[in-house]
Nanobody, 126 residues
Framework: FQLQASGGGLVQAGGSLRLACAAS????????IGWFRQAPGKEREGVSC????????YYADSVNGRFNLSRDNAKNTVYLQMNNLKPEDTAVYYC????????????????????WGKGTQVTVSS
């Protein structure tokens, strides 16, 4: 399994970025997928997750209404559209996947996933 996140960078507060997570050697469409982040000195936070069967997408309170998770099965890629970015969104962002079924997006975001990609840095300046 391989997950590769991209799209991070430096942006001013109020700006937008779209992160992408491309999967290789497996197809994402039946997997639970999620985005997590970790800022220096802070614990990892589940930002947004969805189960493999769909259903309700979980968003952390801190990003709800500003971030949107989507997947493009044809491209085997997952996206995180981040709008109205704030300095507190600064972190390394990781995408993750999990083959377990029967669990909700919140379960994965709060508990973690099995397969992780390397992170991409997002820095939001004030």
């Amino acid at each position: 399994f391989q997950l590769q996140a991209s799209g991070g960078g430096l942006v001013q507060a109020g700006g937008s970025l779209r992160l992408a997570c491309a999967a290789s050697r497996f197809t994402l469409d039946s997997y639970a997928i999620g985005w997590f982040r970790q800022a220096p000195g802070k614990e990892r936070e589940g930002v947004s997750c969805i189960s493999g069967s769909g259903g309700v997408t979980y968003y952390a309170d801190s990003v709800n209404g500003r971030f949107n998770l989507s997947r493009d099965n044809a491209k085997n890629t997952v996206y995180l559209q981040m709008n109205n970015l704030k300095p507190e969104d600064t972190a390394v962002y990781y995408c993750a996947a999990d083959s377990r079924s029967g669990y909700t997006g919140s379960y994965f975001c709060l508990g973690g996933m099995d397969y992780w990609g390397k992170g991409t840095q997002v820095t939001v300046s004030s």
